[in-house]
């Protein structure tokens, strides 16, 4: 059964995969358990990680296979001290460390893909969206105003964005916006545009 130590440390895939695959060559070489411990804990820095490790070469001192000593620490998952104990059962210890290092580093690789996958189109969805609105706020109010100033009225694709209105703090797109079909901007545009203000009652 898995202890509970009084402080209790959670490894990450990465540490875990590296982890399993120094201690599976360490076994593999002909070295013990409690000595392969020793040396991985003479090498580690994290004084957290090197307290889980001395704890684990205390218990295979007093005769505790190298599970129940990797359990007694309470750091590693059920999952990966159970196929280190098949291991021990079967004396492939060393293989199994070798197949669970593989499985945490896909495992990690994974979870790294899946944080890609999210991260990145929500960060250029909030991109595209901050630039929209800039122009939206700024940008285009200033090409309506310059149009007012000199009695044009914009047409074709510019047209698009005169519904925008920072008045009354409102904007519309259509479709023409994508197909730039000149025909439909003229014919459709501006009747658009005045039903939008007769239904909020905007004259």
Known sequence: MKKQSPETVKFGNPYLSSFCMEL??????GIPAEEGLEMLTADEKD???TAVLERAVEAL???EQLSEALAATGAY??????MIRLG?????TPTVLASLSRYYDRKERLSHSVR?????PSILAVLMFAVILIIIIKVLPVFNNVAEQLGVRLSGAAGVFTVIDPEHRL??????MVHGCGYAFNVVHYDVRDLMY???GIQ
């Open 116 to 120: 890609s996958a999210v991260i990145y």
């Open 24 to 29: 599976s060559l360490l076994l593999d070489s």
């Open 88 to 92: 021990e059962e079967t004396g492939r």
């Open 77 to 82: 998952s059920d999952y990966m001290l159970d």
């Open 171 to 176: 904007s519309m797109f259509y479709a023409q």
């Open 61 to 63: 001192r007093g005769g």
């Open 47 to 49: 004084k957290k990680v």
């Open 198 to 200: 007769e239904g909020l």
